[in-house]
């Protein structure tokens, strides 16, 4: 049942199938295009470089691309995976919305590739980054053996039946934990072998925005997730309560910043984030009027990509600059 009309093409598809590479429609697949791999870049990066600073050792460039590259390799499994399980569920299918934050990548529906390619490759990206971890394992012990498991688990439960996770309301806690404390603990004992508190510290800001990312990124696609039964946040409770919530993940995630600053968790240069508060602030006035309008919406969610990028690169700055 599951490969019923996986290869089916509109005549429009057939034709974008034939002018573009398959290079680009697998960089496509796995949200490349889209910036989504930024956001295991960050917390991976952040907490290499905060766990070194706060170690006094060098940072160990290599170590630090092989677990990035296993994360994205992990990254990479779980969108594809998401795009298998929502074109399964019609959720892609259906949606009539089309922005470049949402709705999927849309290569399943275009023709560009089959269901089925996707669903494999998926696998085999997980099992790439298995081959990663288990040689990072060999250099810098087996605890990180745990975290890669962790990442595993719940990037494959937010998807696959049964299990189900983003189609139960609980996608953006796992996308704020995955893309927060649990990878940027993983940078960080790739590299000193254990987890500092300044590393969760700035890991659970970190989760928080990439919360945000998601749950904006949801309003567009209300009516055919809330139709196709995918009943996260957004589609439960509304579009004006997701900008609600948008709104407050992005505050929290700067007041953990200003309060690990005030508190001497991480450098006091982390009172820098406060100049987030305003930007906020006017982005989220009067989220009943403007959750109708698609061009605002699609600002919102550029705004909460970029700001995520402004905010790790301060924070990298400010671990590199402590003396």
């Known amino acids: 049942m599951e490969d019923v009309n996986q290869n089916s093409k509109t005549p429009a598809g057939e034709a974008q199938s034939k002018t573009t590479g398959l ?37 160990d460039w290599g170590l630090m691309f092989g677990a990035l590259f296993g994360a994205w390799c992990y990254h990479a499994g779980a969108n594809l995976l998401n795009d298998y399980y929502d074109h399964l569920s019609g959720a892609d299918d259906i949606n ?24 494999n490759a998926a696998w085999m990206a997980y099992g790439l980054g298995s081959i990663v971890i288990w040689i990072l394992a060999s250099r810098i012990g087996p605890g990180i053996y745990l975290l890669a498991a962790v990442g595993v688990v719940s990037g494959i439960s937010y998807s696959l039946r049964p299990v189900w996770l983003a189609y139960r309301g609980l996608g953006e806690i796992v996308l704020g934990l995955n893309f927060g404390p649990i990878l940027t603990a993983y940078g960080a004992y790739a590299q000193v072998g254990h987890v500092p508190i300044s590393v969760l510290w700035i890991g659970t800001a970190l989760g928080l925005w990439s919360a945000a990312i998601i749950t904006v990124n949801e309003i567009p696609d209300f009516v ?13 409770h509304g579009r004006s309560a997701g900008i609600r919530l948008w709104a407050t993940l992005l505050f929290v995630a700067v007041m953990v910043i200003v309060v690990g600053a005030g508190a001497g968790v991480i450098g006091r240069s982390g009172f820098f984030a406060v100049a987030f508060l305003p930007i906020i602030y006017l982005r989220s006035r009067a989220p ?14 550029r705004f909460t990509i ?5 905010l790790w690169i301060l924070l990298l700055l400010m671990f590199i600059t402590a003396s």
């Not at 849309?106 to 590739?113: A, F, H, K, M, T």
């Not at 055919?224 to 439960?236: E, P, Q, S, T, W």
């Not at 403007?290 to 969610?301: E, G, I, N, S």
Request: overall charge positive.
């Open 306 to 310: 970029i700001g995520h990028a402004v």
């Open 224 to 236: 055919a997730d809330k139709a196709a039964g995918k009943l996260n946040f957004v589609a439960r």
């Open 23 to 59: 290079a680009y429609r697998w960089l496509r697949a796995v949200g490349f295009f889209r910036g989504f791999l930024l956001v295991s870049l960050i917390p991976v990066t952040a907490g290499s470089v905060a766990a070194t600073h706060g170690s006094g050792r060098p940072l």
């Open 96 to 119: 009539e919305v089309r922005t470049p934050f949402s709705g999927g990548t849309r290569v399943i529906q275009e023709g560009l590739l089959p269901a089925r390619s996707l669903r």
């Open 288 to 301: 009943e009027s403007w959750t109708q309008d698609l061009d605002r919406v699609v600002v919102a969610c």
